[in-house]
């Protein structure tokens, strides 16, 4: 089976593990520090505060925005559940608009709707889906226009750029994740970006139980620390990011050229002056179920992100969130199927799997 996802681990990973292992400082240490300021730099950002995982980079990037209990936060309704679990986690209400069905993005033009309709909008949380950052233009002119926080969910876009410019860098706040399966890793982990410098300050408290001196705890903070064991997997992974996008980007692009005249999938979309880093390379097809079936059959793993929006969640749903909210949302939701891309498949894998794919009979 050629799976949908594999971490690499290399040899600087193992090194500086046991480097970690033996100095026996494996909480928080210099390596977190360093990964820190590596990852901000490599970003474009000042700051950067290592944390526990994606998930809780989400919460502290929302609380560092400000976000309260019974505020409104505006976000996409087709993404991971952490992104929506997040504004939850701080008491807030999400409010779903609907994606740009080319990009699978939030909708600038939704959004902007929705702004006009509700008033005291907090903040808005996008997410830069599958590696393609959002339209950044049209979102940074109705922050200017509307005055919202804007929080990046950047978990799988490490490395993505709009016009050049690195995705997590346009926000208040960026919330990273290095969990396993994302394009660099350090098992469990993430990461929050600004460049603010109070921010940054009260950042590093959220994380560490409000602490603001040894014995003073000021605000109410968390345990989302990073480890330095972490840390220094993600130092070594940051070394070969940029190389394993590349690959990325390659096999996408050997895809797109096989596939494109294929009539009964679409293959992804990618604007001009986007860098798509393909942390999943995803195809539209109508009737799903028998082509993932066809597919492992032949060996070919894949993958279904997401099939459901996240309002229509038993939990959700329990909120009072109703099915229907979200049309091109929803629609997605039936017909996304992202196949291998990672950069530890093969050569003969890629063509495998393109003769695979082309082979497939409706
Ligand atoms: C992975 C992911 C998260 C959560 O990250 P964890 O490290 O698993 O907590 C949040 N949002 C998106 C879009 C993700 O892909």
Not at 73 to 95: H, Q
């Amino acid at each position: 089976m050629i799976n949908v996802a594999c971490p690499v681990i290399g040899k600087k990973e193992r090194q500086l593990i046991k480097e970690v292992l033996d100095s026996k400082i494996l909480a928080s240490g210099k390596y977190v520090t360093q990964f820190e300021q590596s990852f901000s730099k490599y970003c474009g950002t000042k700051y950067a505060i290592a944390n526990a995982n994606g998930t809780t980079s989400l919460h502290t990037a929302l609380l560092m925005c400000g976000i309260k209990s019974q505020d409104k936060v505006i976000t996409t309704p087709f993404s991971f559940i952490a992104t929506a679990n997040s504004i939850l986690m701080c008491g807030a209400k999400p409010i779903f608009v609907d994606i740009d069905p080319k990009t699978f993005n939030i909708d600038p033009l939704e959004l902007e709707e929705t702004l006009k309709r509700e008033k005291n909008v907090k903040a808005v949380l996008i997410v830069h889906l599958y590696g393609l950052a959002c339209d950044m233009d049209a979102i940074l002119e109705l922050k200017k226009k509307y005055g919202f926080k804007l929080i990046e969910d950047a978990c799988q876009a490490h490395g993505a750029e709009f016009k050049n410019k690195k995705v997590g860098s346009f926000g208040d706040a960026s919330a990273f994740s290095f969990y396993a399966t994302k394009n660099m890793m350090t098992g469990e982990g993430g990461m929050v970006l600004t460049n603010n410098k109070n921010s940054d300050k009260y950042g590093r408290q959220i994380i560490n139980h409000g602490r603001e001196s040894h014995s003073t705890h000021t605000v109410l903070g968390y345990n989302y620390r990073l480890t330095n064991l972490a840390a220094a997997i993600g130092i070594a992974q940051l070394e070969q990011l940029e190389s394993w996008i590349k690959k990325r980007i390659e096999i996408a692009n050997m895809y797109n050229e096989a596939f494109k005249e294929l009539d009964f999938l679409q293959i992804p979309f990618v604007p001009k002056h986007y860098r798509h880093v393909f942390h999943q390379y995803t195809l539209r097809v109508n009737q799903r179920d028998k082509f993932i079936k066809y597919l492992a059959k032949n060996d070919i793993g894949s993958g279904i992100y997401y099939n459901t929006v996240m309002y229509n969640q038993p939990f959700y749903k329990q909120l009072g969130y109703k099915h229907g909210l979200c049309k091109e949302a929803e629609k997605a939701a039936q017909e996304v199927i992202s196949i291998p891309v990672h950069p530890s498949i093969k050569n003969n894998e890629i063509l495998k799997i393109i003769k695979v794919v082309q082979g497939y009979k409706k």
